[in-house]
């Protein structure tokens, strides 16, 4: 930062004096190798519309900005930020959670690479192998995604399972050289260039569908993976779907034991949805802007209808915003699942609404191309917004959730 004030405005971030010690490091380490990010240009008919909820690039494109993402980690790693909150015992610096939001928070407001290609590896892998792993999971594969060796992807979701991943099908039976795993996956991000793959299985048919479940790790080069990309409505191909045919692995890439898997994946699910609100609200905010001069272009900024629909997304976008920032300043073991549950559905929600008006202000402009900046762009944006109801948790399978286990609300019938 070129500013004493900006920068003040960064250690202002820090809560006591341990803390703004730390923000001071990591503020001279950022300027050392990134300029500050300039804020996202909500100007009309300036630079890309930017209204795809989805990333959606090319598989080339895809696999240099994971290359970028995987470089600027390992500089972190190397200057002690890679790890911030891991144990010391795995080349981590064993500081609170705390110290990692703080980095976050800073790191916000520099142009640093793309991070979004280690995400599910650094934000939901990585913390169910510390809680559950082995030291050798830990040493082969936390370590290693923190060090920026390695990326990572889910292997949940099923195509007969929906959001109910208790209900996974994919199989693993276990012989005298370990396990062999047949299934499929859907819904993969990162599948096609990912390193390894935390896969939830059936190991135990016989028990409620709940008890029997394990997790493992998948190295995505295993004989019998097969990764094919899908193409979406919004005709991009952010996601995988991933065939399991025999593929063997040994007993040391089990994660926890046999029959835990469903508690693990309640904990690697926390840290996706908490990941779909971190990267969420600065797009929302740009997404209001453009509907404000949207509607003073078709010349209805004075309808009250369409002011009051603007006003109430408005508060929603704040409101959110407001959840986020105390969900992150929450310490992680009084976190109940709830707070992130409720933030995954407030902003699908927002999304959902904000295409909705852009669908009014527009009219037929909205699903007709007439090639002008602005219009038709915004039916990737609604498109998307359909995704992002099933991202993290289907969004009726989170509300009956907390109407049941935070509500107490009386249970769905069966």
């Not at 891991?86 to 976050?104: I, N």
């Not at 142009?111 to 290609?117: E, G, L, R, Y």
């Not at 819904?187 to 793959?197: I, R």
Request: with cysteine; proline share 5%.
């Amino acid at each position: 930062m070129t500013e004493t004030l900006a920068r003040a405005d960064l250690l202002a971030l820090a809560d006591g004096d341990e803390e703004r010690v730390f923000a001071a490091e990591v503020i001279a380490f950022l300027e050392e190798h990134h300029p500050p990010r300039t804020p996202a240009d909500a100007s009309w008919g300036t630079g890309p519309e930017a209204l795809s909820l989805f990333h959606e690039t090319t598989d080339e494109r895809e696999r240099e900005e994971s290359r970028l993402a995987q470089g600027w980690q390992r500089t972190k790693w190397d200057a002690g930020f890679g790890w911030i909150a891991g144990p010391e015992a795995y080349g981590g610096r064993g500081l609170r959670p705390s110290f990692d939001r703080l980095y976050r928070a800073i790191e916000g407001h520099f142009a640093v690479p793309d991070m979004s290609p280690l995400r599910i590896g650094l934000g939901t892998i990585s913390p169910v192998l510390v809680a559950h792993g082995t030291p050798y999971l830990i040493e082969e594969y936390a370590v290693r995604l923190h060090r920026g060796d390695l990326v990572g992807c889910q292997l949940f979701s099923e195509p007969e399972a929906g959001s109910d991943l208790a209900g996974a099908r994919t199989k693993a039976v276990r012989t005298a050289e370990g396990w062999v795993l047949n299934g499929q996956k859907v819904w993969t991000s990162n599948g096609s260039f990912a390193d390894v793959g935390l896969a939830i299985v059936r190991t135990d048919p016989a028990v409620p569908k709940h008890k029997g479940l394990t997790m493992f790790l998948v190295p995505m080069d295993t004989p019998g993976v097969e990764v094919r990309r899908i193409r979406q409505l919004t005709g991009g191909s952010s996601f995988a779907e991933t065939f399991l045919s025999d593929v063997r692995l040994d007993d040391a890439q089990r994660l926890g034991e046999p029959g835990a898997g469903w508690r693990i994946t309640n904990q690697a699910l926390a840290g996706e949805r908490r990941s779909v609100g971190d990267r969420s609200h600065e797009l929302n905010a740009r997404a209001l802007g453009l509907l404000k001069v949207l509607a003073e272009r078709v010349r209805r900024s004075d309808d009250p209808l369409i002011r009051d629909r603007w006003a109430r997304l408005y508060v929603a976008l704040y409101s959110a915003r407001a959840q986020q920032v105390r969900m992150q300043a929450t310490p992680e073991d009084r976190l109940t699942g709830a707070e992130r549950a409720i933030d995954k559905v407030v902003v699908a929600r927002t999304y959902r609404d904000l295409g909705a008006l852009a669908a009014e202000l527009l009219g037929p402009a909205f699903a007709a191309d007439t090639g002008e900046w602005g219009t038709f762009a915004w039916t990737k944006w609604s498109l998307g917004a359909l995704g992002f109801r099933i991202a993290g948790g289907t969004e009726e399978i989170i509300k009956t959730m907390l109407a049941e286990r935070v509500l107490g609300l009386p249970r769905e019938p069966k």
